[in-house]
C-alpha cells in the first residue's frame, strides 16, 4: 500500500483566499518532507521542504506544517493566485543507511477561481 | 534561469524496441536522477547517478533499465526492451548535493508504447 497519500484530490479556492493542502504518511522514518507543484504539461517543481525535527517551516507565501503525532503534513498558500493552479503533491524522504528513498503522494489538483 | 532539458518531449515506440530518453542536468549539479510518472498515478523514483555510477535504484529500475553519462552534459535513460507498462512520462533531475529533496526537474518526456 502507499506510504503517502492526499486526503483531497481537488481543490477549490477564491483568488485571495488562502489554500490548505494536506498529506497523510506513515513511514516514521522519514527525515524529510517535500511539496512539489506541477503545472500541466510540466515537471514538479520543488517548493518547501521540512525536517523530521521541525513542526513548521515558512518560505515566500508559503507554510509547511508537520504533525508527527498523527502523520499529517499541510500546505499552507497565502493569497493564492491564479498562477498556483496545479497540482501539489507531498512526498517523503528516508535517508536510512547511506541509501535515500523518496515515497511520493498522488496529488491535489488546486483550482483558483477568479 | 538554469534548467533542467529533456529530450525527445514526446516519444513513440513499438513494443519491443529500445529507447533512449536524453536529458542535460543543470550544469554544475553533480547527482542526476530519473523518475516517471504514470498517466494520473503518483511519481516514482526509478534511479540516482553519482560520479559516474548508480548510487540507488528502486525495484522499478529492473534489467531493462540502464543509465548513461556518456560525455560531460548529457545523462541518458535507455530501455531496451519496451513494453506496454512502460509507457509514461519520465523526468529527469539534477542536484547540486546529495539530498535529492533539492533536485530541480526537467519537464518530462512522454513515451508511449504501442
Known amino acids: 500500500g502507499e506510504s503517502v497519500g492526499l486526503h483531497l484530490p481537488t481543490l477549490s479556492v477564491q483568488e485571495g483566499d488562502n489554500s490548505i493542502i494536506n498529506c497523510a504518511y506513515s513511514n516514521s522514518a522519514s527525515d524529510y518532507f517535500i511539496w512539489y507543484k506541477q503545472e500541466s504539461g510540466k515537471g514538479p517543481q520543488f517548493i518547501i521542504d521540512i525536517r523530521s525535527n521541525m513542526d513548521k517551516r515558512q518560505g515566500q507565501r508559503v507554510t509547511v506544517l508537520l504533525n508527527k503525532t498523527v502523520k499529517h503534513l499541510s500546505l499552507q498558500i497565502a493569497a493564492t493566485q491564479p498562477g498556483d493552479s496545479a497540482v501539489y503533491f507531498c512526498?517523503?524522504?528516508?535517508?536510512?543507511?547511506?541509501?535515500?528513498?523518496?515515497?511520493f503522494g498522488i496529488g491535489t489538483k488546486l483550482q483558483v477561481i477568479p | 534561469e538554469p534548467e533542467v532539458t529533456q529530450t525527445p518531449s514526446h516519444q513513440v515506440t513499438q513494443m519491443g524496441q529500445e529507447v533512449i530518453l536524453r536529458c542535460v542536468p543543470i550544469s554544475n549539479h553533480l547527482y542526476f536522477y530519473w523518475y516517471r510518472q504514470i498517466l494520473g498515478q503518483k511519481v516514482e523514483f526509478l534511479v540516482s547517478?553519482?560520479?559516474?555510477?548508480?548510487?540507488?535504484k528502486s525495484e522499478i529500475f529492473d534489467d531493462q533499465f540502464s543509465v548513461e553519462r556518456p560525455d560531460g552534459s548529457n545523462f541518458t535513460l535507455k530501455i531496451r526492451s519496451t513494453k506496454l507498462e512502460d509507457s509514461a512520462m519520465y523526468f529527469c533531475?539534477?542536484?547540486?548535493?546529495?539530498?535529492?529533496?533539492?533536485?530541480?526537474f526537467g519537464q518530462g518526456t512522454r513515451l508511449t508504447v504501442v
Open positions: 533531475a539534477s542536484s547540486v548535493r546529495r539530498l535529492n529533496t533539492e533536485a530541480f
Open positions: 547517478f553519482y560520479n559516474n555510477e548508480i548510487s540507488e
Open positions: 512526498a517523503e524522504n528516508m535517508d536510512s543507511g547511506g541509501y535515500q528513498k523518496v515515497t
